[in-house]
Protein backbone atom coordinates (compact mmCIF):
# COMPACT_ATOMS: atom_id res chain seq x y z
CA UNK A 1 0.00 0.00 0.00
CA UNK A 2 1.04 3.65 -0.66
CA UNK A 3 1.27 5.75 2.17
CA UNK A 4 1.51 9.41 2.49
CA UNK A 5 5.17 10.98 2.12
CA UNK A 6 5.15 12.95 5.58
CA UNK A 7 4.65 9.42 7.04
CA UNK A 8 7.67 7.48 5.43
CA UNK A 9 9.73 10.19 6.63
CA UNK A 10 9.06 9.32 10.17
CA UNK A 11 11.46 7.66 12.13
CA UNK A 12 9.98 5.69 14.94
CA UNK A 13 11.00 6.87 18.48
CA UNK A 14 13.85 5.22 19.80
CA UNK A 15 12.73 5.61 23.90
CA UNK A 16 9.32 3.60 22.91
CA UNK A 17 10.74 0.79 20.91
CA UNK A 18 13.73 0.20 23.54
CA UNK A 19 11.07 0.61 26.42
CA UNK A 20 8.94 -2.01 23.85
CA UNK A 21 11.95 -4.48 23.49
CA UNK A 22 12.82 -4.26 27.40
CA UNK A 23 9.57 -5.27 28.52
CA UNK A 24 8.74 -7.95 25.99
CA UNK A 25 12.23 -9.30 27.81
CA UNK A 26 10.72 -9.02 30.52
CA UNK A 27 7.93 -11.10 29.63
CA UNK A 28 10.06 -13.86 28.59
CA UNK A 29 11.15 -14.13 32.25
CA UNK A 30 14.84 -12.54 32.16
CA UNK A 31 16.03 -9.79 34.74
CA UNK A 32 16.29 -6.81 32.65
CA UNK A 33 17.05 -3.40 34.89
CA UNK A 34 14.69 -0.92 32.07
CA UNK A 35 16.71 3.17 32.54
CA UNK A 36 15.34 4.14 28.93
CA UNK A 37 11.63 5.42 30.18
CA UNK A 38 11.31 8.69 30.47
CA UNK A 39 8.60 8.57 33.36
CA UNK A 40 8.98 8.81 37.18
CA UNK A 41 8.69 5.44 39.02
CA UNK A 42 6.26 6.37 41.89
CA UNK A 43 2.36 6.34 40.99
CA UNK A 44 0.01 9.52 40.63
CA UNK A 45 -0.41 10.88 44.35
CA UNK A 46 -3.62 9.81 45.47
CA UNK A 47 -5.73 12.81 46.33
CA UNK A 48 -5.29 13.07 42.15
CA UNK A 49 -6.47 9.76 41.62
CA UNK A 50 -9.42 10.20 43.99
CA UNK A 51 -10.15 13.83 42.19
CA UNK A 52 -10.25 11.36 39.09
CA UNK A 53 -12.27 8.31 40.44
CA UNK A 54 -14.49 11.15 41.89
CA UNK A 55 -15.29 12.88 38.85
CA UNK A 56 -16.46 9.60 37.13
CA UNK A 57 -18.90 8.69 39.81
CA UNK A 58 -19.94 12.29 39.55
CA UNK A 59 -20.66 11.48 36.26
CA UNK A 60 -18.26 13.73 34.66
CA UNK A 61 -17.28 11.66 32.30
CA UNK A 62 -18.73 13.53 28.99
CA UNK A 63 -17.60 15.65 26.35
CA UNK A 64 -15.73 18.89 27.50
CA UNK A 65 -14.79 22.14 25.71
CA UNK A 66 -11.95 21.21 23.29
CA UNK A 67 -9.74 23.56 24.81
CA UNK A 68 -10.30 21.95 28.18
CA UNK A 69 -12.81 22.62 31.28
CA UNK A 70 -13.24 26.29 32.42
CA UNK A 71 -12.16 25.03 35.99
CA UNK A 72 -8.64 23.58 34.84
CA UNK A 73 -7.80 26.37 32.11
CA UNK A 74 -8.42 28.33 35.53
CA UNK A 75 -5.70 26.75 37.31
CA UNK A 76 -3.28 26.62 34.66
CA UNK A 77 -3.95 30.62 34.65
CA UNK A 78 -2.96 31.25 38.17
CA UNK A 79 -0.05 28.85 37.97
CA UNK A 80 1.80 30.76 35.34
CA UNK A 81 0.62 33.90 37.29
CA UNK A 82 2.14 32.36 40.64
CA UNK A 83 5.12 30.45 39.53
CA UNK A 84 6.02 32.18 36.53
CA UNK A 85 4.68 35.82 36.97
CA UNK A 86 3.10 35.73 33.87
CA UNK A 87 -1.08 36.59 33.05
CA UNK A 88 -2.69 34.24 30.66
CA UNK A 89 -5.99 34.53 30.00
CA UNK A 90 -8.13 31.05 29.61
CA UNK A 91 -8.59 31.72 26.06
CA UNK A 92 -4.77 31.70 25.52
CA UNK A 93 -4.65 27.91 27.26
CA UNK A 94 -5.29 25.06 25.46
CA UNK A 95 -5.38 21.76 27.32
CA UNK A 96 -4.14 18.96 25.53
CA UNK A 97 -3.84 14.92 25.35
CA UNK A 98 0.02 15.23 26.61
CA UNK A 99 2.72 18.12 26.20
CA UNK A 100 3.25 15.80 23.17
CA UNK A 101 -0.16 16.36 21.18
CA UNK A 102 0.59 20.32 22.27
CA UNK A 103 3.71 20.22 20.24
CA UNK A 104 2.33 18.37 17.21
CA UNK A 105 -0.55 21.18 17.16
CA UNK A 106 1.55 23.91 17.36
CA UNK A 107 3.85 22.89 14.51
CA UNK A 108 0.56 22.01 12.68
CA UNK A 109 -1.06 25.12 12.99
CA UNK A 110 2.10 27.32 12.74
CA UNK A 111 4.54 25.95 9.76
CA UNK A 112 3.93 25.81 6.16
CA UNK A 113 6.06 23.48 3.20
CA UNK A 114 9.30 24.40 3.80
CA UNK A 115 9.22 26.30 6.83
CA UNK A 116 12.37 25.95 9.54
CA UNK A 117 13.01 25.48 12.78
CA UNK A 118 15.84 25.64 14.92
CA UNK A 119 16.27 22.51 17.08
CA UNK A 120 19.28 22.60 19.46
CA UNK A 121 21.10 19.05 19.57
CA UNK A 122 21.00 16.77 22.15
CA UNK A 123 16.77 17.63 21.26
CA UNK A 124 14.29 15.06 22.44
CA UNK A 125 13.70 12.55 19.82
CA UNK A 126 10.23 13.86 18.34
CA UNK A 127 10.92 17.57 17.74
CA UNK A 128 12.27 16.68 14.26
CA UNK A 129 9.70 14.47 13.52
CA UNK A 130 6.75 16.61 13.86
CA UNK A 131 8.02 19.03 12.42
CA UNK A 132 8.95 16.73 9.25
CA UNK A 133 4.90 15.89 9.65
CA UNK A 134 4.06 19.42 9.36
CA UNK A 135 5.92 19.13 6.68
CA UNK A 136 8.68 21.50 8.14
CA UNK A 137 12.32 21.25 8.02
CA UNK A 138 14.31 20.75 10.71
CA UNK A 139 17.60 23.19 11.01
CA UNK A 140 19.96 21.79 13.75
CA UNK A 141 22.58 23.20 16.02
CA UNK A 142 24.79 21.48 18.21
CA UNK A 143 24.58 21.83 22.01
CA UNK A 144 28.69 21.25 22.58
CA UNK A 145 28.99 18.93 25.97
CA UNK A 146 31.92 21.46 27.07
CA UNK A 147 28.89 24.41 26.93
CA UNK A 148 26.46 21.19 29.12
CA UNK A 149 24.97 20.38 25.90
CA UNK A 150 23.22 24.08 25.74
CA UNK A 151 23.77 26.50 22.22
CA UNK A 152 24.69 29.95 22.10
CA UNK A 153 23.16 33.00 20.74
CA UNK A 154 25.68 33.17 18.20
CA UNK A 155 24.80 29.75 17.36
CA UNK A 156 21.69 30.51 16.84
CA UNK A 157 21.61 33.33 14.75
CA UNK A 158 23.89 32.02 12.20
CA UNK A 159 21.36 29.34 11.81
CA UNK A 160 18.71 31.87 10.66
CA UNK A 161 17.21 31.93 7.05
CA UNK A 162 14.20 33.71 5.61
CA UNK A 163 12.48 30.56 6.30
CA UNK A 164 13.25 30.24 9.89
CA UNK A 165 9.54 30.60 11.90
CA UNK A 166 10.57 29.00 15.33
CA UNK A 167 13.37 27.66 17.73
CA UNK A 168 12.38 25.31 20.36
CA UNK A 169 13.77 26.00 23.96
CA UNK A 170 13.60 22.95 26.38
CA UNK A 171 14.71 23.89 29.87
CA UNK A 172 15.59 22.04 31.52
CA UNK A 173 16.55 19.69 29.21
CA UNK A 174 15.82 15.84 27.82
CA UNK A 175 17.64 13.78 27.57
CA UNK A 176 20.67 16.10 29.39
CA UNK A 177 19.13 17.51 32.02
CA UNK A 178 20.81 21.03 31.42
CA UNK A 179 19.37 24.01 32.25
CA UNK A 180 20.15 27.95 30.72
CA UNK A 181 20.76 30.57 32.46
CA UNK A 182 18.64 33.94 32.44
CA UNK A 183 21.74 35.44 30.68
CA UNK A 184 22.24 32.94 28.17
CA UNK A 185 18.20 32.90 27.65
CA UNK A 186 18.38 36.96 27.37
CA UNK A 187 21.02 36.65 24.61
CA UNK A 188 18.80 34.27 22.58
CA UNK A 189 15.82 35.83 22.78
CA UNK A 190 17.19 39.11 21.74
CA UNK A 191 18.03 37.15 18.46
CA UNK A 192 15.22 35.70 17.62
CA UNK A 193 13.21 38.96 18.85
CA UNK A 194 15.34 40.93 16.19
CA UNK A 195 14.44 38.20 13.87
CA UNK A 196 10.79 37.48 14.21
CA UNK A 197 11.35 34.25 15.50
CA UNK A 198 8.78 32.03 17.28
CA UNK A 199 10.15 30.92 20.86
CA UNK A 200 8.53 27.28 21.28
CA UNK A 201 9.42 26.87 24.99
CA UNK A 202 9.52 23.40 26.51
CA UNK A 203 8.84 23.67 30.45
CA UNK A 204 7.83 19.94 30.99
CA UNK A 205 10.63 19.65 33.64
CA UNK A 206 9.93 22.76 34.79
CA UNK A 207 9.33 21.85 38.47
CA UNK A 208 12.31 19.13 38.35
CA UNK A 209 14.90 21.71 39.27
CA UNK A 210 17.62 21.05 41.69
CA UNK A 211 20.40 22.79 43.60
CA UNK A 212 19.08 25.79 44.01
CA UNK A 213 18.98 26.14 40.07
CA UNK A 214 16.80 28.91 38.77
CA UNK A 215 14.07 28.08 36.07
CA UNK A 216 13.66 31.16 33.43
CA UNK A 217 10.39 31.36 31.26
CA UNK A 218 11.44 33.42 27.93
CA UNK A 219 8.13 35.10 28.23
CA UNK A 220 8.75 36.72 31.29
CA UNK A 221 11.57 39.24 29.70
CA UNK A 222 9.42 41.78 28.08
CA UNK A 223 6.12 42.27 26.66
CA UNK A 224 7.77 41.37 23.35
CA UNK A 225 9.25 37.95 24.40
CA UNK A 226 5.76 37.52 25.79
CA UNK A 227 4.08 37.59 22.59
CA UNK A 228 6.29 35.79 20.74
CA UNK A 229 6.28 32.84 22.92
CA UNK A 230 4.40 29.75 22.90
CA UNK A 231 4.68 27.35 26.24
CA UNK A 232 4.28 23.86 26.31
CA UNK A 233 4.07 21.99 29.86
CA UNK A 234 2.12 19.48 31.33
CA UNK A 235 1.09 16.77 34.21
CA UNK A 236 3.31 14.01 33.10
CA UNK A 237 6.69 14.66 34.60
CA UNK A 238 5.97 16.79 37.88
CA UNK A 239 2.96 14.79 39.09
CA UNK A 240 3.94 11.29 37.68
CA UNK A 241 0.64 10.99 35.31
CA UNK A 242 2.43 9.96 32.32
CA UNK A 243 -0.44 7.59 31.26
CA UNK A 244 -2.86 9.68 31.77
CA UNK A 245 -2.00 12.14 28.88
CA UNK A 246 -2.87 15.49 30.00
CA UNK A 247 -0.55 18.68 28.70
CA UNK A 248 -1.32 22.41 27.93
CA UNK A 249 -0.12 25.10 25.91
CA UNK A 250 -0.26 28.70 25.97
CA UNK A 251 0.39 31.59 23.84
CA UNK A 252 -0.59 34.14 21.03
CA UNK A 253 -4.73 34.12 21.83
CA UNK A 254 -5.02 33.72 17.35
CA UNK A 255 -3.01 30.29 17.21
CA UNK A 256 -3.66 29.01 20.54
CA UNK A 257 -7.46 28.74 18.77
CA UNK A 258 -5.88 27.59 15.92
CA UNK A 259 -4.37 24.80 17.68
CA UNK A 260 -7.96 24.48 19.26
CA UNK A 261 -9.69 24.22 16.05
CA UNK A 262 -7.41 21.63 14.97
CA UNK A 263 -8.60 19.54 17.95
CA UNK A 264 -12.42 19.75 17.22
CA UNK A 265 -11.28 17.76 13.94
CA UNK A 266 -8.71 15.12 15.07
CA UNK A 267 -8.97 14.04 19.17
CA UNK A 268 -11.72 16.74 20.47
CA UNK A 269 -11.48 17.59 24.09
CA UNK A 270 -8.60 15.40 26.59
CA UNK A 271 -10.71 12.80 28.78
CA UNK A 272 -12.78 14.58 31.54
CA UNK A 273 -11.94 12.95 34.11
CA UNK A 274 -8.10 13.46 33.64
CA UNK A 275 -9.15 16.53 33.70
CA UNK A 276 -10.40 16.73 37.55
CA UNK A 277 -7.29 14.82 38.34
CA UNK A 278 -5.42 17.66 36.89
CA UNK A 279 -7.23 20.37 38.27
CA UNK A 280 -6.20 18.52 41.52
CA UNK A 281 -2.82 18.43 40.82
CA UNK A 282 -2.49 22.16 40.48
CA UNK A 283 -4.52 23.54 43.35
CA UNK A 284 -4.05 20.27 45.88
CA UNK A 285 -0.37 19.20 47.91
CA UNK A 286 2.71 19.88 46.30
CA UNK A 287 4.18 17.69 48.86
CA UNK A 288 4.62 14.39 46.44
CA UNK A 289 6.41 16.33 43.97
CA UNK A 290 8.71 17.36 46.59
CA UNK A 291 9.53 14.14 47.71
CA UNK A 292 9.84 12.88 44.25
CA UNK A 293 12.64 15.25 43.72
CA UNK A 294 13.90 14.59 46.95
CA UNK A 295 14.63 11.10 45.71
CA UNK A 296 15.76 12.36 42.56
CA UNK A 297 18.66 14.03 43.56
CA UNK A 298 19.61 11.11 45.78
CA UNK A 299 19.73 9.00 42.67
CA UNK A 300 21.24 11.65 40.28
CA UNK A 301 24.19 11.83 42.51
CA UNK A 302 24.94 7.78 43.10
CA UNK A 303 24.39 7.52 39.16
CA UNK A 304 26.81 9.82 38.46
CA UNK A 305 29.60 9.18 41.08
CA UNK A 306 29.14 5.57 39.41
CA UNK A 307 29.43 5.99 35.74
CA UNK A 308 32.33 8.52 36.78
CA UNK A 309 34.21 5.32 37.97
CA UNK A 310 33.85 3.18 34.86
CA UNK A 311 36.79 3.48 32.59
CA UNK A 312 35.67 5.02 29.31
CA UNK A 313 32.51 6.87 30.42
CA UNK A 314 32.15 10.67 31.28
CA UNK A 315 29.31 11.77 32.61
CA UNK A 316 28.36 15.23 33.37
CA UNK A 317 26.02 16.20 36.78
CA UNK A 318 22.58 17.41 35.09
CA UNK A 319 20.45 20.70 36.83
CA UNK A 320 17.20 19.27 36.62
CA UNK A 321 14.71 16.64 34.71
CA UNK A 322 15.62 12.60 35.52
CA UNK A 323 18.20 11.91 33.11
CA UNK A 324 21.74 11.58 32.74
CA UNK A 325 23.98 11.30 29.72
CA UNK A 326 27.35 9.99 29.61
CA UNK A 327 29.75 9.94 26.98
CA UNK A 328 30.53 6.40 26.06
CA UNK A 329 32.71 7.21 23.13
CA UNK A 330 35.71 6.11 24.66
CA UNK A 331 34.34 2.66 26.04
CA UNK A 332 33.04 2.06 22.24
CA UNK A 333 36.28 2.66 21.25
CA UNK A 334 38.22 0.13 23.46
CA UNK A 335 35.51 -2.11 22.46
CA UNK A 336 35.73 -1.34 18.67
CA UNK A 337 32.23 0.01 18.51
CA UNK A 338 32.00 2.87 15.61
CA UNK A 339 28.23 3.37 16.70
CA UNK A 340 26.45 4.03 20.35
CA UNK A 341 23.19 1.77 18.90
CA UNK A 342 24.96 -1.36 18.26
CA UNK A 343 26.73 -0.56 21.59
CA UNK A 344 23.30 0.11 23.13
CA UNK A 345 21.70 -2.95 21.34
CA UNK A 346 24.51 -5.41 22.83
CA UNK A 347 24.57 -4.04 26.34
CA UNK A 348 20.57 -5.20 26.35
CA UNK A 349 21.63 -8.61 24.94
CA UNK A 350 24.08 -9.77 27.23
CA UNK A 351 23.50 -7.62 30.30
CA UNK A 352 19.99 -7.00 29.95
CA UNK A 353 20.45 -3.50 30.65
CA UNK A 354 17.98 -0.87 28.42
CA UNK A 355 19.97 2.61 27.86
CA UNK A 356 18.12 4.89 24.78
CA UNK A 357 21.05 5.22 22.39
CA UNK A 358 21.96 9.21 22.43
CA UNK A 359 21.59 8.87 18.11
CA UNK A 360 18.39 9.35 18.72
CA UNK A 361 18.75 12.38 20.20
CA UNK A 362 21.26 13.79 17.78
CA UNK A 363 24.16 12.25 19.39
CA UNK A 364 26.17 9.30 18.37
CA UNK A 365 28.65 9.73 21.42
CA UNK A 366 26.22 9.59 24.26
CA UNK A 367 23.37 6.97 26.04
CA UNK A 368 20.74 8.48 27.86
CA UNK A 369 19.60 7.06 31.70
CA UNK A 370 16.82 7.20 33.15
CA UNK A 371 17.48 7.81 36.96
CA UNK A 372 13.41 7.66 37.38
CA UNK A 373 14.27 4.11 38.56
CA UNK A 374 15.03 2.41 42.24
CA UNK A 375 18.43 3.03 43.91
CA UNK A 376 18.36 -0.70 43.64
CA UNK A 377 17.84 -0.63 40.19
CA UNK A 378 20.20 1.63 39.22
CA UNK A 379 22.87 0.21 41.12
CA UNK A 380 22.63 -2.80 39.80
CA UNK A 381 22.28 -1.67 35.82
CA UNK A 382 25.52 0.70 36.48
CA UNK A 383 27.06 -2.27 37.53
CA UNK A 384 26.33 -4.52 34.35
CA UNK A 385 27.42 -1.32 32.13
CA UNK A 386 30.66 -1.69 34.25
CA UNK A 387 30.73 -5.11 33.32
CA UNK A 388 29.89 -4.70 29.84
CA UNK A 389 32.61 -2.50 29.07
CA UNK A 390 35.36 -4.37 30.75
CA UNK A 391 34.96 -7.53 29.02
CA UNK A 392 36.27 -4.70 26.29
Known sequence: ??????VSLLSPSPTLAITAKSNE???????????????????????????????????RTKYTATAGIPELLQAISEKFERDNGLTYSTKQIIVTNGGKHALYNLFMSLLDPGDEVIIPIPYWVSYPEMVKVAE???????????????????????AITPRTRAIILNSPSNPTGSIYTRQELEEIVE??????????????YEKLIYDGHEHVSVATFSKEAYENTVIINGMSKPYSMTGWRMGYAAGNQTLIQAMVDLSSHSTSNPTSFAQYGSLAALTGTQEPLEMMKR????????VVDLLNQIEGISCLKPEGAFYVF????EAMKKMGYDHVDK????????????LVPGSGFGSA????????????????????????????
Open 25 to 59: MKRQGLDVVGLGAGEPDFNTPTHIIEAAERAMREG
Open 343 to 354: WCEDLLVEQKVA
Open 326 to 329: PNVS
Open 136 to 158: GVPVFIEGYEANAFKVTAQQVKT
Open 191 to 204: VCLAHNILMVSDEI
Open 295 to 302: EFVKRRDR
Open 1 to 6: MKLAKR
Open 365 to 392: NHARISYAASMEQLEKGIERIRQFVRRG
